[in-house]
């Protein structure tokens, strides 16, 4: 079975511009998360999406967005990047949010932005 | 506000024993998860605990204490390889996981 997939893994973009990044869960998996990581931070939660609904939100600001497709894959958006967002962008899938379930990780995107 | 604390470094000698603390603030209580994170990969599930108790498994051990909003992780007979950051999440009563800083434990031979 194939494990969680992010494209692209690298991404440099500057100040301003605007950065797509793309999730793809392992098959079955209906929900998906995704969480920002910098050096020394925890894993911030950013959002989760179930069927494709938002279901919970972090305290990020409206720059970041994101949304789930009928086959579950999810993309999340950032726009008007600052020098803060560089960063480690996970996502992480399971079966469905609820009781024990495990989250499986992607390897990640690796955001700089100059 | 949701709360998950845990030392932020430790380090231990291999071939001995490591008991890392998660200690948790959180409204309401679904479980909580043991991850292991090492440098430069995603990380990847340990062990889950929702009844009191202690979970074995291998080398592995987790402990949880739900009046005590108090868990740890036990590593036994510790390897090289076990030189990871180690994060604790809990899911609240909405399903969300609140996850703490992490611990970044380092081996030393």
């Known amino acids: 079975k194939a494990g969680v997939t992010q494209t692209p893994r690298y991404l440099i973009k500057t100040r301003g511009q605007q950065v797509t990044l793309s999730c793809s869960p392992i098959?079955?998996?209906?929900?998906v998360s995704w969480y920002q990581q910098t050096p020394g931070q925890g894993l911030q939660f950013l959002f989760e999406?179930?069927?494709?609904?938002?279901?919970n939100k972090g305290n990020f600001p409206g720059r970041f967005s994101g949304r789930q497709f009928s086959n579950s894959r999810s993309e999340m958006n950032v726009s008007t990047l600052e020098l803060g967002d560089s960063a480690l962008y996970l996502c992480?899938?399971?079966?469905?949010?609820?009781?024990?379930?495990?989250?499986?990780f992607g390897p990640g995107t690796r955001l700089t932005v100059l | 506000g949701q709360n998950i604390d845990q030392p932020t470094e430790m380090t231990a000698t291999e071939g001995a024993i490591v008991q890392i603390n998660c200690t948790y603030q959180?409204?309401?209580?679904?479980?909580l998860f043991w991850y292991q994170q090492h440098a430069g990969e995603a990380p990847t599930f340990l062990s889950y605990?929702?009844l009191d108790g202690l979970e074995e498994k291998g080398r592995f051990s987790s402990f949880l204490s739900r009046s005590k909003g108090y868990s740890y992780l036990l590593l036994k007979e510790l390897q090289m390889k076990d030189s990871a950051s180690y994060l604790c999440?809990?899911?609240?009563?909405?399903?969300?996981?609140?996850w703490g800083a992490g611990t970044k434990l380092i081996i030393k031979p």
């Open positions: 992480a899938s399971s079966l469905d949010p609820y009781s024990y379930n495990e989250q499986f």
């Open positions: 098959s079955g998996h209906r929900s």
């Open positions: 999406y179930f069927s494709e609904t938002q279901r």
């Open positions: 959180t409204s309401g209580f679904n479980g």
């Open positions: 605990n929702v």
């Open positions: 999440a809990v899911m609240d009563s909405n399903y969300q996981l609140i």
